[in-house]
C-alpha cells in the first residue's frame, strides 16, 4: 500500500516526539500490539487532556489522522506543522461535511484515523461523555476497524504519574448492525479498558 505523501516527515516527527513524551512522562503503553499494522482502523478513546493524541501517535507505526480546528491551517507559523502531521482541518462553527469526506477518504484508502468519540475534552466529573456517532458511522460505512482505548492517570513532569493507555481488541461495525448497538458497544469497551487503568492505578501495578 501507497505511503501517505507526509508520512516520513511525520514519522520522524513521531519519533522525536516519543523520545521527548517518554523522558518527560513517562507513559506505560500496553497492549499495542493488537493495533493492525495495515487495512483501515479508527483508533478511538476517552479524551480529558491536550496531550491525548499524542499518546496514541507513539503507540504505533501508523500514521494517525487527526481532525484539528481550520485555524491552525490558516496560520502560516503552525500550519506547516499541522500538514505533516496529516492531520484533517475542520470548521468547528458548522456542520464540515468536507471534513467528514475527508476523514472517509483516509479510510477508503487503508489508512489510520485518530478521533475522540467524546467529541471534545471531558472537563466534567462523569467518568466518560457520551459518545458521538462519527466514529460507528464511519467504520460502518468503510468498513474500518475500530480499535479502542483508554487513557488513565496523569500528565505530570519527571513524576510517577501512573500514566497509560491501553488498547483493546479491535472490532469492525457490520452492515446489518444498528448504529446505537455499535455505539454502546464502543462505549463499553473504553468504559472497561478505563477502569482497567483505574483498578491497576489503585493496585499500584506499575
Known amino acids: 500500500m501507497k505511503k501517505e505523501s507526509h508520512y516520513y ?56 489522522h487527526y481532525m484539528a480546528k481550520i485555524e491552525y491551517f490558516q496560520n502560516k507559523k503552525v500550519a506547516w506543522f499541522f500538514k505533516m502531521a496529516g492531520c484533517i482541518p475542520v470548521n468547528r462553527k458548522i456542520k464540515d461535511e468536507s471534513a467528514v469526506e475527508s476523514a472517509i477518504d483516509v479510510l477508503e484508502n487503508g489508512y ?65 448492525m444498528n448504529l446505537e448497538t455499535a455505539n454502546k458497544k464502543m462505549f463499553k469497551e473504553i468504559s472497561d479498558l478505563k477502569k482497567k487503568g483505574l483498578e491497576d492505578i489503585k493496585n499500584e501495578i506499575y
Do not use: C, W
Request: glycine letters at 8%.
Open 112 to 176: 489510520a484515523l485518530g478521533v475522540f468519540p467524546e467529541g471534545t475534552r471531558n472537563k466534567t466529573n462523569k467518568f466518560l461523555l457520551p459518545f458521538k456517532f462519527g466514529v460507528v458511522s464511519m467504520a460502518q460505512k468503510t468498513g474500518a476497524k475500530i480499535v479502542p482505548y483508554a487513557i488513565t492517570g496523569e500528565y505530570k513532569i519527571f513524576k510517577n504519574n501512573h500514566l497509560n493507555i491501553r488498547f483493546g481488541t479491535p472490532f469492525k461495525v457490520p452492515k446489518d
Open 9 to 64: 516527515r511525520y514519522s520522524f516527527l513521531r519519533a522525536v516526539l516519543g523520545i521527548v513524551f517518554k523522558i518527560l512522562y513517562r507513559p506505560k503503553i500496553i497492549n499495542k500490539e493488537v493495533i493492525p499494522s495495515t487495512g483501515p482502523i479508527i483508533v478511538a478513546g476517552n479524551h480529558a487532556h491536550l496531550f491525548d493524541q499524542n499518546l496514541a501517535i507513539i503507540s504505533t507505526k501508523r500514521m494517525l
